[in-house]
DNA sequence: CCCGGCCTCCCCATTTCGGGGGATTCCAAC
DNA sequence: GTTGGAATCCCCCGAAATGGGGAGGCCGGG
């Protein structure tokens, strides 16, 4: 932080243009830090990364065209020793886990004060990663459950859209026993005492989407 | 708009500061407009309000201690013609409906570009109405449903934190013949297949939060 | 090579749902 | 004062979901 240091070189990814222009005029406030590129969805940010090479990116993680997990496993493939910060609205634990396996440094919430966020582009800047308290919480208390299955979701995702096992049993080609069974593992591994709960406390913890 | 009018004396109400930022900065780029006080909850909304008295107001819907809908009943309770744009991320036609109903002039998403949104905070100011083509085309979607009854979101509220129709009727006080019934009329009010179903759609539609 | 995880399928018994029907009471609005 | 909506309760019945058990095949890591 010292006077003699370059400026931290930061790439901002967001599809909110509002939210781009606040953290740009919170970045333009801060001595050391440096705005070289804005993107607004993971493509552009994927161009955009090779173009500059910023130090930091903040990346959204809900964007249309190409989303902020597969865009950061994109950059870190090509780039593996870059630092991203997530910025994000809280959309569940799953959400964190899946952004930090992809290589994340950082996991904050859009609500979190300026002063917070400009505190973690420096400390991730040095080498240090950051997961918000709340987040970082509500991961602890999932780390020890089983996670579903690719088959699992598929069965959940068909019966949040309404299908009855016979249904979801056709759509997917196998036997109605064999969904009833996923199903059966669903509620055990999701703590859910039916099938609506299931479906519910898997779009809060962000391991589905509608 | 022509230089000789007083600029349009602005309030923002929302509880993400970098979100405030991107708004304060896009204002102060407008010259005729002008921001006279921020807010991060519907409490301090409605004081910022009474202080200022604001040509127009940009008010979130989520937020603490008082949530949006309830801020611009209580505002124009004391200022009927207060001029109040909501500003949200999408949360279903039903909150949107609640907030025109409860008095705002204008209904926007925080995705929108600058350009649309000065360009509606000046027609709101002169007197007209503007809400999202895409929030207002789910609207009229749903124009000829009938609306759930208070007993009927209890009720689905519960299913989806996964009450069977017996536990609902012994938290509610009720039979569960009569949980039943009110069933019955979520399925067909909602279009929904089964009760899981329901429960999607009426997250979707921000009939319930969870 | 063997083990474990995953996916697949099957059986049984019980409970819960969903879709019909109908009925009463209460309150507020016209 | 009648009318209508909301809330309440009741019946029947077939379909669906839940919870318990077991079991075979496949694939990849140790």
Do not use: W
Not at 85 to 105: F, N, P
Not at 131 to 146: S, W
């Amino acid at each position: 932080m010292s006077a003699t240091n370059p400026p931290i070189r930061i790439l901002i990814v967001d599809d909110h243009p509002l939210l781009r222009e606040g953290l740009s005029s919170l970045i333009a406030g801060q001595p050391d830090m440096t705005l070289v590129a804005e993107a607004e969805n993971g493509e552009q940010a994927l161009r955009a990364f090779r173009d500059h090479q910023p130090d930091i990116t903040l990346m959204d993680v809900q964007m249309p065209t190409m989303n902020g997990i597969d865009a950061i496993t994109a950059i870190r493939t090509g780039f593996p020793t870059a630092r991203i910060i997530v910025l994000t609205t809280y959309k569940g634990d799953m959400q964190a886990l899946r952004a930090i396996k992809a290589g994340a440094s950082g996991y904050l919430l859009k609500s979190m004060l300026r002063k917070e966020l400009v505190e973690t582009i420096r400390s991730v800047h040095a080498g240090r990663r950051r997961i918000a308290a709340d987040i970082a919480t509500e991961m602890a208390e999932h780390v020890a459950d089983d996670e579903l299955t690719a088959r699992e979701c598929d069965v959940l995702r068909l019966v949040a859209l309404g299908s009855a096992n016979k249904e979801v049993a056709a759509r997917m080609g196998i036997s109605e026993e064999t969904v009833k069974t996923h199903m059966k593992n669903v509620l055990t591994k999701l703590g859910a005492r039916d099938r609506t709960h299931a479906v519910v406390v898997a779009l809060k913890r962000g391991i589905i989407d509608i």
